[in-house]
């Protein structure tokens, strides 16, 4: 798979994964990890809400999502336990997980805590 180029105010949502996942957490002010897996129901019904967020809140939040099968390292190191774990860094430092699959509206009001 190649690198993920991080561009300064993505519409979307980025790949991230064990070898790029310091960079982007140093890159973005505020950036909000979907941890996820491709059997994991909950996390499909929430991959087009981050999507959709990402466009929404491009320039003030970025999203992105990791593979937690493909990389056990983050997955390890952020203690990632079940999924759908959204995990919330704002200026490089962890400040917390949103876990679950929930409606956009609760999502953001569940981010916007963290702001």
């Known amino acids: 798979m190649a ?8 519409d979307k949502a980025l790949a991230v994964s064990d070898s790029n996942m310091d960079e ?4 973005y002010p505020f950036f909000i990890v979907d941890c996820w897996a491709e059997w994991c129901g909950p996390c499909k019904m929430l991959g087009p809400i981050i999507e959709n967020l990402a466009k929404k809140h491009q320039g003030s939040i970025v999203f992105a999502k990791l593979d937690v099968d493909s990389n056990p390292h ?6 990632i336990r079940s999924i759908p774990n959204l995990l ?22 569940r981010i916007n805590a963290f702001k």
């Open 24 to 27: 982007a957490i140093a890159k």
């Open 74 to 79: 983050t997955s390890s190191k952020y203690g």
């Open 88 to 109: 919330v860094f704002k200026d490089g430092k962890k400040v917390g997980d949103i876990v679950g699959a929930m409606p956009e509206d609760k999502l953001m009001e």
């Open 3 to 10: 690198e993920e180029i991080f561009v300064d105010n993505p």
